[in-house]
């Protein structure tokens, strides 16, 4: 019996130990054929049972860092200056040509008319709320945007209003459509546009390349 115990013993381990080296060799080789399949990812290898650890990248872009470009208030090719912006340092000449008449009443220009022989659609130059849409015996209907605390747009002389007050409007939206003038003109349709920064008449031909960052 004891002999049978000497032969028998040392055959069982021998089996085992071969099961075992077997069975990771084809661990092994399952393992480096899943790397060999999917080579973009990245693993830690603790053991040959680690599992593996996908690479996460994440890119915040801040609302801060998002820069708005000011647009024109109309994207009719046709549309053209009726009127400059009164200049306080302009010449003479000029100022002249920057005056507004109406009823033998001349008054400055706070801002640029825009016209054409045809009604064009009126534009959002920036993202805002609709603060007020007011009627004006001069102007017309009067709409009046506040794009942050200290820029506002005014978009005059318009119709077919498609916005109402307390409105969170987009840039480039249409808002309205361009009007008959009360005032004289040359042309048939007339946006009469003004921009305020902190209460104060700018020039609105001279804002169109710049950021609404600028006006902060």
Do not use: W
């Not at 990812?41 to 040959?48: I, N």
């Not at 200049?87 to 000029?94: A, C, G, Q, T």
């Not at 001349?106 to 920036?126: C, H, K, P, T």
């Not at 459509?177 to 609105?204: M, R, T």
Request: glycine content about 6%; proline content about 4%.
């Amino acid at each position: 019996m004891n002999k049978v115990s000497k032969i028998i013993l040392p055959v069982i381990y021998l089996s085992i130990i071969g099961i075992m080296v077997v069975s990771v060799v084809l661990v092994l080789s399952g393992v480096q054929s899943y790397l060999n399949e999917y080579p973009e990812y990245q693993y830690t290898l603790d053991g040959v049972f680690s599992d593996y650890i996908i690479p996460v990248v994440y890119t915040e872009y801040p609302e801060d860092n998002q820069v708005e470009t000011i647009i024109r208030p109309y994207i009719n090719g046709d549309v053209k200056i009726s009127k400059y912006f009164y200049d306080f340092e302009s010449d003479s000449n000029k100022q002249i040509d920057s005056l507004i008449v109406y009823e033998g009443t001349y008054m400055q220009n706070n801002g640029v008319d825009y016209g054409s022989n045809e009604d064009f659609d009126i534009v959002s130059i920036l993202p805002g709320e609709v603060v007020s849409i007011e009627d004006n015996d001069v102007y017309g209907k009067i709409i009046t945007i506040k794009h942050n605390d200290n820029l506002k747009s005014v978009y005059s002389n318009v119709k077919n209003v498609l916005i109402s007050v307390g409105y969170q409007v987009s840039q480039g939206e249409i808002i309205a459509v361009s009007d008959k003038p009360k005032i004289k003109s040359d042309l048939q349709s007339i946006l009469h546009f003004e921009i305020y920064y902190k209460d104060n008449a700018i020039d609105p031909e001279s804002v169109y390349t710049l950021s609404v960052a600028n006006f902060q």
